[in-house]
T-cell receptor
């Protein structure tokens, strides 16, 4: 069974640009959560999608948004990038009725 | 108060000894508890989950949960150098389906 797939693995963007990250969950998993990980703040919860609906949201500005498609794949978008958005962005998928989360390899975003 | 608290470490343990990692959480109604291991530059990997009070053993790992004290721990027996990593405690609070992570404890196993 394939794991969680995140693309791209690495990304370099300029301040002010926008970026879209993609996550394909484990087959059969309908919940996708996104986290931001930085050395100073640890793993911070961004949002969770389930059946194309945002179910939970963390304390991030509106520049961070996401969506989920009918095949459970999810995208995360960050607009007007700031230097502080440089981080490892992790996606995790969970099955219905099962709360263990499995992570993808992450997307390393660098904003210059 | 943080929702999930861990000592950041580093925790240094000699090879072959027992490593004990601790975590406290604030939501008394939390139902699900997880331990993840994260090597430098890699994504977190689930190593244990526990839902009921008491101990749960899996190989060299034992997770312990005490809901009355809002405390969860991870014991690693016969520690190996390959166990050197950051260990993240995670909790599913009662109010939401999201999983909240602690800041992690850095564990170093010295030969």
């Amino acid at each position: 069974k394939a794991g969680v797939t995140q693309t791209p693995r690495y990304l370099i963007k300029t301040r002010g640009q926008q970026v879209t990250l993609s996550c394909s969950p484990i087959s059969g998993h309908r919940s996708v959560s996104w986290y931001q990980q930085t050395p100073g703040q640890g793993l911070q919860f961004l949002f969770e999608y389930f059946s194309e609906t945002q179910r939970n949201k963390g304390n991030f500005p509106g520049r961070f948004s996401g969506r989920q498609f009918s095949n459970s794949r999810s995208e995360m978008n960050v607009s007007t990038l700031e230097l502080g958005d440089s981080a490892l962005y992790l996606c995790a998928s969970r099955a219905v009725g099962n709360t263990e989360a499995f992570f993808g390899q992450g997307t390393r975003l660098t904003v210059v | 108060q943080k929702e999930v608290e861990q000592n950041s470490g580093p925790l240094s343990v000699p090879e072959g000894a027992i490593a004990s990692l601790n975590c406290t959480y604030s939501d008394r109604g939390s139902q699900s508890f997880f331990w993840y291991r994260q090597y430098s530059g890699k994504s977190p990997e689930l190593i244990m989950f526990i839902y009921s009070n008491g101990d749960k053993e899996d190989g060299r790992f034992t997770a312990q949960l005490n809901k009355a004290s809002q405390y969860v721990s991870l014991l690693i027996r016969d520690s190996q150098p390959s166990d050197s990593a950051t260990y993240l405690c995670a909790v599913n609070p009662s109010s939401a389906s999201k999983i909240i992570f602690g800041s992690g404890t850095r564990l170093s196993i010295r030969p």
